[in-house]
């Protein structure tokens, strides 16, 4: 009983003490707390209203700047204004128009002014000309190319007439036209700072809260308390990242407000005097106290809780102890994480297996599969939709990775929203970094047919409504196995290489590819003959061009034929641009670059082709300028017309060429070549197929008439030409193009 009270009495005295100390140090902090935290929150607020401020500064003025240059790009105001005179008073009060529509919109704005360099007229708040315009010296910097162009000015005073009181304003200037390095005129866009400070007032109390903005050079734009500037407080700091503009913010009052935030100061010295008591008895008494502690440390140690290289979590036994559990949390935080990412990426593999019949999977084991992966079928029976994002280069160009992975999740969650909305169940996977494969199992009483079209189509309309860019999408089903699964998934996957000529943004389905099956064109002859006339500079190409692409609709064919049509053509330019002069062929070294570049960046058929003509049409022009500028071009013309017209002469050769036009048969030889790339024997007997052919076709009359017709005595000749030039004889080519 005794020892009990002792050591009572005793636990008593060597605790009392350090209770007393703790209970000041609970004042000292709660208080020191208290105030510290309405300290944390001031600053919090202030950083806050900083950011808010320049977020709202900078969405203003971002939102002007933005509609300026969309006006620049766009509006037939400003590129009827720049590019006519003072005599156009329709087209002044067009402008002027486009003015007071950007001041009705943008609150902001004070004055807006155009001048047009070529008579120095100026348009818009103090109309008038250059020289007697009041901000003039502002324009000469911009004119001479002294300030930039579409940055946001410091303050500055603005008068629109002498007798009216000058405006604190910043002003933006724009020159016109944009992209171009020689300026028709300037743009100037001025913003009273007494408005946009009104609009940012609403957002504090300027009684209790001041806010003070400085540009680039430090200069005050606007400030509540400029009096006070020296003496107050600034709790918050922020800069903007479009203006560069330096926000600042504290309270109004500095010297109540500093000595209320400041005070925590005296409780900070009170909580140290109470800690230093407290800590000379607690050492005193937690050595005796420490056993319990060092037999926990040791008994970590021992176990295989902590290995030996992380003994070092904590400088201490309760940083130790600390550090244990903490390392054995990370530990199973890591487990979960990683067993997370791995059923992700299983259930992307089994996906990839099972669409693709990369491994063989058995039906038992897929329905085992769509338990485990937690996929509830709507139904027995399913499609399968390919979703691929449009013009994919670009789509990488314009968003960041992590913007364009938060967009493919958004694809996702909208393609298991739309089937979700119409009963169905829908397992999405990208297999491709452009391309979203997905298995959608339809309610057994819905309709398949119509509903896959229904749900594809909602996909590509909200995507083309929501989003900035847009996809392509091909279905394919009904299946109600694995095996049909994997077949619905191969077609509805080969509907996106015809999406170049049906269209992008849209549905595909297999219906539209059906009547292409019976379409055959001569592809070849087309770009051989696209090919020969581009070599000539002959404006046929123009109607060749037309026809292969004409050919490449109207067999609806896939991107990878298409893709091959253009290389073939390629080699085919190449191979016939060789046979000329060194000239020529830098000429087609250079297209053929770019030809090849528009192979890898084109996306519909339309743009193809547009991209060939424009490519075409330059390289055209360029050897028509060479041939012009050759001496020979005339003559070599002349034989050409002669050759023409004279075909069916039997008497026509090298000889009689050189007795018509007085030069020697070896000079007409070489200068035919070098200008049509091939020899005289070759185009004369091209010329009279050609017209036996027609013979062939559109006349009644006997193969002994052709061949005279076309310049052969004897018939075994022309029979002998004629097969080869087209690979059969003349009676079997009349026969088989009779029989189509």
Request: aromatic fraction near 10%; glycine fraction near 6%; proline fraction near 2%.
């Amino acid at each position: 009983m005794y020892m009990n009270s002792s050591w009572f009495r005793k636990l008593l005295l060597s605790y009392l003490p350090a209770f007393f100390v703790v209970v000041t140090i609970l004042f000292v902090v709660f208080f020191q707390t208290l105030n510290e935290q309405n300290r944390k929150e001031a600053i919090k607020a202030n950083e806050f209203l900083a950011q808010q401020v320049v977020l709202f500064t900078d969405n203003a003025l971002k939102t002007l700047d933005y509609r300026i240059l969309r006006d620049i790009l766009s509006t037939e105001e400003l590129r009827t204004f720049f590019n006519t005179d003072l005599e156009d008073v329709y087209g002044n009060i067009k402008a002027n128009k486009l003015v007071d529509d950007w001041k009705l919109n943008y609150s902001i704005i004070d004055t807006v002014y155009f001048i047009r360099l070529k008579d120095e007229f100026i348009l818009g708040d103090g109309s008038g000309m250059k020289a007697d315009f009041l901000d003039e010296p502002f324009l000469e910097l911009y004119i001479r190319g002294l300030a930039k162009t579409g940055e946001w000015t410091g303050k500055r005073s603005f008068q629109t007439y002498p007798s009216e009181k000058a405006k604190d304003v910043i002003s933006i200037v724009q020159g016109y036209p944009h992209f171009s390095s020689t300026k028709k005129g300037y743009i100037v866009v001025n913003v009273s700072l007494a408005k946009l400070k009104r609009t940012i007032t609403p957002m504090y109390n300027p009684d209790q809260t001041y806010v003070r903005f400085s540009d680039k050079q430090g200069r005050s734009l606007m400030d509540d308390t400029p009096s006070k500037e020296g003496t107050r407080s600034v709790l918050s700091r922020y800069v903007s990242p479009y203006t560069g503009w330096v926000v600042e913010s504290g309270p109004s009052d500095a010297g109540l407000s500093r000595f209320v935030l400041d005070f925590y100061n005296i409780w900070v010295v009170i909580a140290i005097a109470a800690v230093l008591l407290g800590v000379l008895w607690v050492i005193h008494v937690t050595r005796r106290n420490y056993k319990p502690i060092s037999q926990l440390v040791s008994l970590i140690r021992a176990s295989s809780l902590i290995k030996p290289e992380d003994d070092k979590l904590g400088s201490n036994e309760f940083g130790f102890i600390r550090g244990a559990l903490e390392h054995l949390m990370e530990e199973t935080t890591k487990t979960r994480q990683q067993h997370k990412e791995t059923f992700i990426l299983q259930k992307k593999h089994r996906f990839q297996e099972a669409v693709e019949g990369s491994a063989p999977i058995r039906e038992t084991e897929w329905q085992a599969d769509l338990l485990r992966f937690n996929i509830d079928p709507a139904g027995a029976k399913s499609f399968v939709m390919a979703l691929e994002i449009d013009r994919y280069q670009q789509f990488v160009q314009a968003y960041h990775h992590q913007d364009q992975s938060v967009l493919k999740f958004v694809l996702s969650s909208v393609a298991q929203e739309m089937a979700g909305l119409n009963g169905a169940a829908l397992w999405a996977e990208w297999l491709s970094d452009r391309r979203l494969s997905a298995i959608v199992w339809v309610p057994d009483e819905a309709a398949g047919s119509e509903l896959s079209a229904h749900i594809g189509e909602q996909i590509v309309e909200w995507v083309r409504a929501n989003l900035s860019f847009t996809v392509t999408i091909g279905v394919h089903g009904m299946a109600s196995s694995l095996e049909e699964i994997r077949s619905s998934h191969e077609i509805a996957g080969n509907l996106l290489h015809y999406k170049a000529v049906l269209g992008i943004g849209r549905l595909l389905r297999p219906e539209e590819l059906e009547a292409s099956t019976l379409r055959v064109h001569d592809f070849f002859g087309t770009l051989h003959a696209l090919s020969q006339a581009i070599r000539l500079a002959d404006n046929g190409w123009r109607k060749q061009l037309d026809e292969l692409f004409d050919q490449i609709n109207d067999s609806i064919s896939s991107r990878k034929e298409i893709e091959s049509f253009l290389q073939f053509l390629h080699q085919q330019l190449t191979r016939v641009f060789l046979e000329l002069p060194k000239d020529a062929r830098n000429i087609w070294k250079d297209t053929g670059a770019e030809l090849l570049e528009l192979g890898r960046t084109w996306e519909t058929v339309a743009e193809l082709q547009q991209g060939c003509t424009k490519l075409f049409e330059a390289a055209v022009a360029k050897l028509q300028a060479l041939k012009d500028s050759q001496r020979t071009r005339a003559v070599i013309s002349d034989i050409r017309t002669y050759i023409e017209e004279h075909y069916a002469n039997p008497e026509l050769s090298l000889d009689h060429l050189s007795d018509k036009f007085n030069l020697q048969a070896k000079n007409i030889s070489k200068l035919f070549k070098e200008e049509s790339g091939g020899n005289f024997v070759d185009f004369l007997i091209g010329l009279r197929m050609d017209k036996a052919k027609q013979l062939l076709l559109g006349t009644d009359l006997s193969l002994q008439e052709i061949s005279l017709q076309v310049g052969y005595f004897n018939y075994n000749s022309f029979n002998r030409a004629f097969k080869n030039v087209a690979g059969l004889s003349p009676s079997d080519y009349r026969k088989q193009q009779a029989s189509r």
